[in-house]
């Protein structure tokens, strides 16, 4: 009985915490798709030719309730977030995890890793456009209180823009604590506002019938394509609930969405219907027409407050995605703050802070308006889902061994929907599509630069090295002077002598009493585990091979896991610790082959302005010997 007893206890702290759990993903992973019923009715029905008819707003609204359920519930919610690695989702984390399940097979592992570069390159067009599309669509609801304020819609915009991005140093959890209230209370105040207008206009719910879509679809023609590059703004978002998953887990993520926050959005996005049916006149604005006149002051400012969480939940996605592309070797290196004790995922990396200030305010300023962003947005979003969808699939093939039977079938409906998406969203690369897609090719280029770059500098180390175990042989017969004390050479390569283990030998003709070459290693795991983390070597003469090794969500402090060694048997004292690095200057040379000139050159400004490698691991200035070296790539 006492057993029992302590099992149910057991199963109550566990559902408290996962209500704890799921309350903080309301305020961090909801606020993109939550502050979609801002602008999607609008986007729809409002442009493109389109009106307000009544089988037209049926249509819509049943093509945004059947998109959200198979696109966010189907799709992501129980579909994607099972292909997590090891807790961390998004779409680099599920990059890593395809290349891991294709073992050897270079070609596909390169394959898949284009795929996974190119959705996380539109993954920062949607970091630019979210906080401007966003805020501009909370602060147009001051044309509908007062329109004389509409003129300064765009200079509040970026007011609370600057100052959104000026806050990022602070660390999220300073802001976080305030923000599941605030969007608590935005996702009840949508639910009441929706529900009011169906009580009065019940026969909006018929657009529950799938057959309404279709006959959107069929009575519409070419504009209903059109309409459907709308209706992905409802979906704005989904990509947010993965990639946030290792901060909340998938559970609370799952109840979170299933009980609170898709009921709210279904509500609002009727109640915006029911209005429509009664006064096709409020396409307006919709959103801001559902809300009584006294409260729509209050109401501005609650979706403003919404609006720079939503944004939040893109900007610290952009974050954890960069470190990520660092770590998996697909970036410079850049400096990485930690804002909170308690959540290494909690990062603030100060110059994508700067790149994305300064495009998002090129955004507010080139588009000036939410329905003109409304055309560049959904372009990014469809991208990024479509590679997902791509990827999740060799997932359930290679890792959950699912029958060719299933995947197709699955496969077939869920590219169908993302390529349809895609589609009626690349009709609007003229109007502002190209502005995602122009980011998208640029940080793409940068990416893929930097990788193959790094593989033809290591080619070109490796190849002018000395082999290691030689030289060890020719050193014990010919003895060079010994000082006291540990020199740790950064090495790429464990069988060739480092060029600073040399340099330092032929210059300053001596040999520490113990030699160990270092290399860190990351995994395509986001965590190392603790008996993969060290391993080391032992060689003639005092030499040691250590391989440090980390996850891709992880900061490499490589003094702090050499500290650990001494359980491996190896002890180190970094008063007495000298570490060697041999810095390598860049020139691009057009007779080497390898890259075009011009991506050798962007190679070598990129390498030019990284972030050091030591700084990158942590070594303290004070116990680093830098000696150069040129390499032409």
């Known amino acids: 009985m006492g057993h ?99 073992g050897g097979l270079a070609r596909a592992r390169w394959v898949l890793g284009l795929f996974g570069i190119f959705g996380a390159a539109l993954f920062y067009g949607d970091g630019v456009i979210t906080p401007a599309i966003s805020v501009l669509g909370a602060v147009e609801g001051l044309e509908v209180a007062a329109p004389s304020l509409g003129r300064f819609v765009v200079l509040i915009a970026l007011v609370i823009l600057a100052g959104m991005f000026a806050l990022q ?51 519409h023609g070419h504009t209903s394509f059109i309409a459907l590059g709308g209706v992905v703004l409802a979906l704005t978002g989904a990509e947010a609930l993965y990639a946030d998953m290792g901060h909340f887990g998938k559970k609370p993520i799952r109840v979170a969405w299933f009980c609170f926050v898709l009921p709210a959005l279904l509500f609002n996005y009727f109640g915006q219907g029911a209005l429509l049916l009664r006064n096709p006149a409020a396409i307006d604005s919709p959103f801001y027409l559902l809300v009584p006149e006294a409260l729509l002051y209050p109401m501005v400012a609650l979706a403003t407050a919404a609006a720079v969480i939503a944004s939040q939940a893109v900007i610290s996605g952009a974050f954890s995605m960069t470190r990520e592309a660092m770590s998996l070797g697909y970036s410079p290196r850049m400096a990485v703050v930690h804002t909170s004790r308690e959540m290494s995922g909690q990062i603030f990396v100060p110059w994508v802070n700067r790149m994305l200030l300064v495009l998002v305010v090129g955004a507010v300023l080139g588009f000036r308006s939410s329905d003109n962003l409304g055309a560049a947005y959904g372009i990014a979003v469809t ?78 180390i490796k190849q002018g090295g000395l082999a290691l175990e030689p030289f060890i042989a020719s050193i014990a017969e010919h003895p060079p002077l010994r000082v006291p004390g540990t020199a740790v050479f950064l090495t790429a390569n464990q069988n060739a002598v480092p060029h600073a283990l040399l340099h330092n030998l032929k210059h300053n003709k001596v040999l520490h009493e113990r030699n160990v070459l270092l290399t860190v290693e990351v995994l395509e795991t ?94 303290p200035g004070n116990r680093l010997i830098e000696l150069g070296a040129q390499v032409e790539i």
């Open 4 to 102: 029992a007893h302590l099992q149910g206890g057991g199963a109550a702290d566990s559902r408290r915490r996962v209500a704890k759990l799921a309350l903080g993903a309301i305020g961090v992973v909801f606020g993109d798709i939550g502050t979609s019923p801002l602008y999607t009715m609008k986007e729809t029905l409002g442009t493109h030719g389109m009106s307000p008819t009544p089988p037209a707003v049926l249509g819509v609204l049943s093509l945004i309730l059947w998109s959200l359920i198979i696109v966010v519930s189907l799709k992501y919610v129980t579909f994607v977030m099972r292909a997590d690695n090891k807790g961390e989702g998004g779409i680099m984390a599920l990059m890593a995890l395809t290349q891991r399940s294709m």
């Open 169 to 219: 140093r602070h660390g999220t959890h300073a802001v976080g604590k305030a923000f599941a209230p605030v969007m608590t209370l935005w996702f009840l105040v949508l639910a009441v506002l929706g529900a009011r207008q169906i009580v009065q206009h019940p026969q909006v719910l018929y657009a529950a019938n799938p057959a309404y879509a279709v006959r959107f679809f069929v009575s």
């Open 383 to 460: 991208g990024t889902m479509t590679m997902t969808t791509l990827l999740a699939l060799v997932v359930a093939r290679r890792m959950w061994r699912w029958n060719w039977l299933v995947v197709v079938p699955v496969g077939i409906l869920l590219m169908a929907l993302d390529l349809s998406y895609f589609g009626a969203n690349a009709l609007k690369i003229a109007h502002g599509g190209w502005f995602p897609l122009v980011l998208g090719v640029v940080i793409f280029i940068v990416m893929t630069t930097w990788r193959r770059g790094r593989e033809l500098v290591m080619r070109e």
């Open 526 to 619: 986001p965590l190392a585990e603790a008996e993969e983390r060290i391993e080391i070597t032992r060689m003639d003469g005092e030499f040691y091979g250590l391989a440090l090794r980390f996850g891709f969500a992880e900061d490499p402090n490589v003094p702090l896991a050499m500290s650990q060694c001494a359980r491996e048997g190896i002890a180190f004292d970094m008063m007495d610790t000298t570490f060697f690095l041999s810095r390598e200057t860049i020139v691009a040379d057009a007779r080497r082959p390898g890259m075009a000139l011009w991506r050798d050159k962007l190679f070598a400004f990129l390498a030019r302005n990284a972030l050091p490698a030591t700084a990158f691991f942590q070594i």
